[in-house]
């Protein structure tokens, strides 16, 4: 009989945590895993041979359901390409000297990676050890699945942070440039779903994302006609806006462990811009790591997926299956997904872009598309607002 071994790894989410008690309960409920290790800070826990027994019945672990962060520690390490570096060593001692025959990785597409070179390193050597990838993003990017656990939450979180903000705007008679910026280290699924605040007539004017090239002089024309229009205008921004030649609008030029450029306070430069060049009031709001830990206001949907990819990892790798669960939606009303496994080098280090019909003609909003696939993760009659503009006069 094997052990088995769960880590995190990448940027925590509000569910990540769920999916370590879905692993949990689901090797608890099987006896042919003997026992379930975490290890701590990712991949480093096998590194370091520092690991965790998972020894109390999983009811004691169902907190796990509401917090945000990554419980077991995480880190951004990346593997060497070559299996004879040292760091695949020490994973193989870590493994035979714990008896594990199950690596679950919980992480996005950088984690994936990670996944990838473990599972074909226990390949190439013959050692009987499987690895099941376990997604995780708030950027959405993920490929080859619908969407991945973590990013539902952000989703039901941006959309109830847009409706709140547009109501302390609208307080004022006077009105300013009021620029939201939101994650999404490539991609803009995180400031498209910022529209879904519209739906309860309190959110953005305008929405920009890396899908489609940033012109300064556009923004500044819908900018204007706006202003205008309404006396005041919100507009979202993801913080990875690129110009026509691809360059990020705003950068500080570093690159993180994995190669990833540093990006900026997009936000801040174009509320400074705006005020210097349109000599129109501006203010700016990074929404920053509040988007990825607020578990207070989970997306219902997310929690029970998070949890439910955990279960699916264990299912598949005593299937004797290697690879990495993924969400494939079914059908979006009513709300219904399945959970298939894939392989994990068409998800590792891939990128899932906004797909065009998702963004409007003119680039800087979204089409009915993007709403209907967003629209079940927000938990409508929880946060819906129906009195936000009953009383202030529309200009």
């Known amino acids: 009989m094997k052990n088995a071994v769960y880590f995190q790894s990448g940027g925590p989410t509000s569910v990540i945590n769920s999916s370590f008690y879905g692993v949990i309960v689901a090797c608890q409920e099987d006896e042919r895993i003997d026992k379930l290790y975490g290890a701590r800070y990712g991949l480093e826990g096998l590194l370091n041979k520092d690991l965790v027994l998972i020894d109390e019945p999983y009811q004691k672990y169902e907190e796990l359901t509401t917090l945000s962060g990554a419980i077991l520690g995480s880190a951004r390490l990346l593997l060497p390409s070559s299996f004879e570096e040292e760091a695949y060593r020490k994973v193989l001692d870590c493994v035979k000297e714990y008896n594990i025959g199950y690596i679950f990785v919980n992480g996005g597409n950088d984690s994936m990676d990670t996944a990838d070179k473990l599972n074909r390193y226990f390949k190439s050597i013959n050692y009987d050890c499987l690895v099941v990838g376990i997604p995780k993003t708030i950027d959405n990017d993920l490929l080859n699945m619908d969407h991945a656990p973590g990013y539902g939450s952000?989703?039901?979180?941006?959309?109830?942070?847009?409706?709140?903000?547009?109501?302390?705007?609208?307080?004022?008679?006077?009105?300013?440039?009021?620029?939201?910026?939101?994650?999404?280290?490539?991609?803009?699924?995180?400031?498209?779903?910022?529209?879904?605040?519209?739906?309860?007539?309190?959110?953005?004017?305008?929405?920009?994302?890396?899908?489609?090239?940033?012109?300064?002089?556009?923004?500044?024309?819908?900018?204007?006609?706006?202003?205008?229009?309404?006396?005041?205008?919100?507009?979202?921004?993801?913080?990875?806006?690129?110009?026509?030649?691809?360059?990020?609008?705003?950068?500080?030029?570093?690159?993180?462990?994995?190669?990833?450029?540093?990006?900026?306070?997009?936000?801040?430069?174009?509320?400074?811009?705006?005020?210097?060049?349109?000599?129109?009031?501006?203010?700016n709001v990074e929404l920053s790591l509040v988007q990825r830990c607020a578990s207070h206001i989970a997306s219902s949907i997310d929690v029970k997926e998070a949890i439910e990819v955990g279960k699916h990892a264990v299912k598949f790798a005593l299937e004797g299956k290697d690879g990495v669960v993924t969400i494939q939606r079914i059908s979006s009303s009513p709300y219904k997904v399945e959970y298939v496994l894939g392989d994990l080098m068409k998800v590792a280090n891939g990128i899932k872009y906004l797909p065009r019909n998702y963004i409007n003609e003119e680039g800087n909003g979204v089409s009915k598309e993007f709403l209907d696939y967003a629209r079940p993760f927000i938990d409508e009659d929880e946060i819906k607002i129906t009195l936000g503009n009953k009383f202030i006069q529309k200009k």
């Open 154 to 283: 952000c989703v039901k979180f941006i959309t109830r942070t847009l409706m709140e903000l547009s109501l302390d705007i609208n307080a004022y008679k006077k009105g300013r440039v009021t620029i939201i910026e939101t994650m999404g280290r490539d991609t803009g699924w995180l400031a498209a779903s910022s529209s879904l605040a519209n739906e309860f007539n309190l959110g953005p004017d305008l929405i920009y994302v890396p899908e489609v090239p940033f012109s300064k002089e556009k923004f500044y024309e819908d900018i204007k006609r706006i202003y205008k229009e309404k006396g005041r205008v919100i507009v979202v921004v993801a913080e990875a806006l690129k110009d026509k030649d691809g360059n990020y609008v705003a950068s500080d030029n570093n690159l993180d462990s994995f190669g990833h450029v540093q990006l900026g306070a997009i936000s801040k430069l174009l509320a400074d811009q705006v005020k210097k060049d349109l000599g129109i009031n501006t203010r």
